[in-house]
T-cell receptor, first 111, second 117 residues
Framework: SQQGEEDPQALSIQEGENATMNCSYK?????LQWYRQNSGRGLVHLILIRSNEREKHSGRLRVTLDTSKKSSSLLITASRAADTASYFCATPTSGTYKYIFGTGTRLKVLA | KAGVTQTPRYLIKTRGQQVTLSCSPI?????VSWYQQTPGQGLQFLFE???????NKGNFPGRFSGRQFSNSRSEMNVSTLELGDSALYLCASSERTGRRLSNTEAFFGQGTRLTVV
């Protein structure tokens, strides 16, 4: 079974608005990574946040991590139509390189 | 630096046949992992190879196998294909060097879309 669950499953917003998606996981982690996937293609690595970090920024992306709640959020600010994609969180199973993925959030940005 | 390269991009096979997929990791990356993505099950871990040895294995039948070569390139084989094996197969590469796991990113290829008919 997948460790991560993402919320919401689908999100539709207007261009220029912010999009927030959340990810929950079940066990302790070394890091949490967010990926984007466009229409059944490969996964694009967006950002990695370590377990001892609480917040990280990269361009229009802001990721937070709350290890006490076993959750993370990805905020995309000033969204663009090109941000339309599915977003996944992934965590390595403790001490290994086996990544467990969340169920994903399908984001649609309307022009 | 070139990214992760997977070949072929698309495959159509018949039930009962076998198939081999290839993955070339990012230069310098020695860990290669394989994932299966289906609409029903999402992204599922198949196995990970490092230094030509399988290090981790997911919960898939023995029909799914893989190997890694000395140049870190990896192949995945599925024998006796079933309709349910239709999926996007993704390969990921990681450095897996002296860096701590907490700092190690996994980068994915574009995937191979396998259709079993």
């Amino acid at each position: 079974s997948q460790q991560g669950e993402e919320d919401p499953q689908a999100l539709s917003i207007q261009e220029g608005e912010n999009a927030t998606m959340n990810c929950s996981y079940k066990t302790s982690i070394n890091n949490l990574q967010w990926y984007r996937q466009n229409s059944g293609r490969g996964l694009v690595h967006l950002i990695l946040i370590r377990s001892n970090e609480r917040e990280k920024h990269s361009g229009r992306l802001r990721v937070t991590l709350d290890t006490s709640k076993k959750s993370s959020s990805l905020l995309i600010t000033a969204s663009r139509a090109a941000d339309t994609a599915s977003y996944f969180c992934a965590t390595p199973t403790s001490g290994t390189y086996k990544y467990i993925f969340g169920t994903g959030t399908r984001l649609k940005v309307l022009a | 630096k070139a990214g992760v390269t997977q070949t072929p991009r698309y495959l159509i096979k018949t039930r009962g046949q076998q198939v081999t997929l290839s993955c070339s990791p990012i230069s310098g990356h020695r860990s290669v992992s394989w994932y299966q993505q289906t609409p029903g099950q999402g992204l599922q871990f198949l196995f990970e190879y490092f230094s030509e040895t399988q290090r981790n294995k997911g919960n898939f039948p023995g029909r799914f196998s893989g190997r890694q070569f000395s140049n870190s390139r990896s192949e995945m084989n599925v024998s006796t294909l079933e309709l349910g094996d239709s999926a996007l197969y993704l390969c990921a590469s990681s450095e897996r060097t002296g860096r701590r796991l907490s700092n190690t990113e996994a980068f994915f290829g574009q995937g191979t879309r396998l259709t079993v008919v």
